[in-house]
């Protein structure tokens, strides 16, 4: 039997934010002191140092461009073990420098993607009250080749 996949936990923090990707919105905190974006919401803004950040969620376009990627090939936490190998992105957001991101590339494991390749927000649905980000590659990207693992398994 597999396990079923892992379904988000809303905190005071986070609420606001799942209550938007159900929406297929993506919407991110942004500190009321010093009005920059803080992903993942915590209780000091990294930016400003407040330990009162108040954040308001906004929504945000969902364009950025990939940083560094990897491919999971051993899931390390229950429920994911039939979705290996899955591609992983770390995107910066367009909003503001520094404004980063991890969460699957859709396009699958096998895609060559490059430093800088331009992406999409998109929503997965996982259930009936929860979607996760994910990204797509945006048009003009050099990635949307694909090719197949060589034998030890990396992705050129």
């Known amino acids: 039997m597999t396990a ?22 993506l919407s ?11 992903f993942p ?24 461009s990939v940083r560094s990627w990897t491919v999971v090939r051993n899931a390390s936490l ?11 992105v770390d995107v910066e957001l367009a909003e503001q420098p520094g404004l980063r991101m991890v969460a699957q ?3 699958g494991p096998e895609t060559v993607v490059h430093v800088d390749d331009p992406v999409l927000v998109t929503f997965e649905d996982i259930d009936e009250e929860f979607s996760i980000p994910a990204f797509t590659l945006a048009g003009g990207s050099t990635a ?6 060589t034998p030890d398994g990396s992705i050129r």
Do not use: K, Q
């Not at 934010?17 to 929406?23: G, I, L, P, S, T």
């Not at 140092?49 to 108040?54: A, D, K, R």
């Not at 949307?144 to 693992?149: I, Q, V």
């Open 78 to 88: 229950l429920g994911f073990a039939d979705r290996v190998p899955y591609l992983l």
């Open 105 to 107: 590339l859709l396009e």
């Open 4 to 25: 079923s996949r892992p379904i988000p936990v809303p905190d005071d923090l986070s609420a606001d934010y799942w209550a938007a990707a159900r929406r297929h919105v």
């Open 144 to 149: 949307n080749r694909t090719t197949s693992p």
């Open 28 to 38: 991110l905190p942004r500190c009321s002191r010093c009005d920059w974006f803080a």
């Open 41 to 64: 919401p915590t209780e000091t803004c990294m930016h400003c140092g407040t330990t009162t950040p108040m954040y308001r969620f906004e929504p945000v376009r969902g364009r950025g």
